[in-house]
């Protein structure tokens, strides 16, 4: 009988420990996903801070934005790619908290890269080559900002949609003031509601909620639901 008991108990023993074991190393799969996502997404930002600055200094030439941005996206999905593993598979609680912090964050440096552009729009100061740095600029900054919704299941687009949109009503009086008001070149018009357009449209689809993004999220939804046990750590 006593045999029994402790061979009971060592076999207890033994599966609290492998318990422990298995625990313990998910625990550490999801902080290594943790600190990977936000290390890339850091180093994506950096990238994209240098980038904007160089733009609005009239450093780089149009052929070494493409390879900026490149680089750049390739940070920027390295972060994306480990933030989704980590949330998805390993069932980390602490970056979607960082994710709608970084979202926030990322809704400020938009608008901030908006008025500038806007600044620059008003002066009539720029050429075609330089127009195309400004979409491209705010086009990185707008997919950066949805690809963050994306990671966060049930995180809602429509708040970030309004300091959107106030800054385009501001852009539009920007514009009407422009060439009602002022000797303005009317060559520039095009660029001007291009612009203005593009930003008002996306505005509104975030405000809209037509779930456009649903059927993209609810494919890499079942994707993780696929594929999480194979990917999770048996031990």
Request: with cysteine; charged share 10%.
């Given at each position: 009988?006593?045999?029994?008991?402790?061979?009971?108990?060592?076999?207890?023993?033994?599966?609290?420990?492998?318990?422990?074991?298995?625990?313990?190393?998910?625990?550490?799969?999801?902080?290594?996903?943790?600190?990977?996502?936000?290390?890339?997404?850091?180093?994506?930002?950096?990238?994209?801070?240098?980038?904007?600055?160089?733009?609005?200094?009239?450093?780089?030439?149009?052929?070494?934005?493409?390879?900026?941005?490149?680089?750049?996206?390739?940070?920027?999905?390295?972060?994306?790619?480990?933030?989704?593993?980590?949330?998805?598979?390993?069932?980390?609680?602490?970056?979607?908290?960082?994710?709608?912090?970084?979202?926030?964050?990322?809704?400020?440096?938009?608008?901030?890269?908006?008025?500038?552009?806007?600044?620059?729009?008003?002066?009539?100061?720029?050429?075609?080559?330089?127009?195309?740095?400004?979409?491209?600029?705010?086009?990185?900054?707008?997919?950066?900002?949805?690809?963050?919704?994306?990671?966060?299941?049930?995180?809602?687009?429509?708040?970030?949609?309004?300091?959107?949109?106030?800054?385009?009503?501001?852009?539009?009086?920007?514009?009407?003031?422009?060439?009602?008001?002022?000797?303005?070149?009317p060559s520039y018009l095009l660029g001007d509601l291009l612009f203005f357009f593009?930003?008002?449209?996306?505005?509104?689809?975030?405000?809209?909620?037509?779930?456009i993004l649903n059927p993209l999220r609810e494919r890499l939804t079942a994707y993780?639901?696929?594929?999480?046990?194979?990917?999770?750590?048996?031990?």
């Amino acid at each position: 009988m006593n045999h029994l008991l402790v061979h009971s108990s060592s076999s207890q023993l033994r599966n609290g420990h492998a318990h422990k074991r298995r625990v313990s190393q998910r625990g550490l799969l999801s902080l290594a996903m943790l600190l990977t996502s936000l290390c890339a997404f850091g180093i994506a930002m950096l990238g994209g801070a240098k980038m904007v600055f160089d733009i609005f200094g009239d450093v780089p030439h149009l052929t070494s934005i493409f390879s900026k941005v490149i680089v750049i996206g390739i940070a920027y999905g390295v972060g994306w790619l480990s933030a989704m593993v980590a949330i998805r598979v390993y069932g980390n609680l602490v970056l979607p908290i960082l994710i709608r912090w970084l979202a926030w964050g990322s809704l400020a440096a938009v608008c901030l890269l908006y008025v500038e552009i806007l600044q620059r729009l008003y002066l009539q100061q720029y050429g075609i080559e330089k127009f195309i740095k400004y979409v491209l600029v705010m086009a990185g900054g707008l997919g950066g900002m949805v690809g963050l919704h994306l990671i966060i299941e049930n995180h809602d687009l429509r708040p970030f949609s309004i300091p959107l949109l106030i800054i385009g009503m501001i852009q539009l009086g920007l514009i009407v003031y422009r060439y009602v008001f002022t000797l303005a070149d009317p060559s520039y018009l095009l660029g001007d509601l291009l612009f203005f357009f593009g930003m008002t449209v996306f505005s509104i689809l975030m405000l809209a909620h037509f779930g456009i993004l649903n059927p993209l999220r609810e494919r890499l939804t079942a994707y993780f639901d696929r594929n999480s046990v194979a990917i999770q750590t048996q031990d």
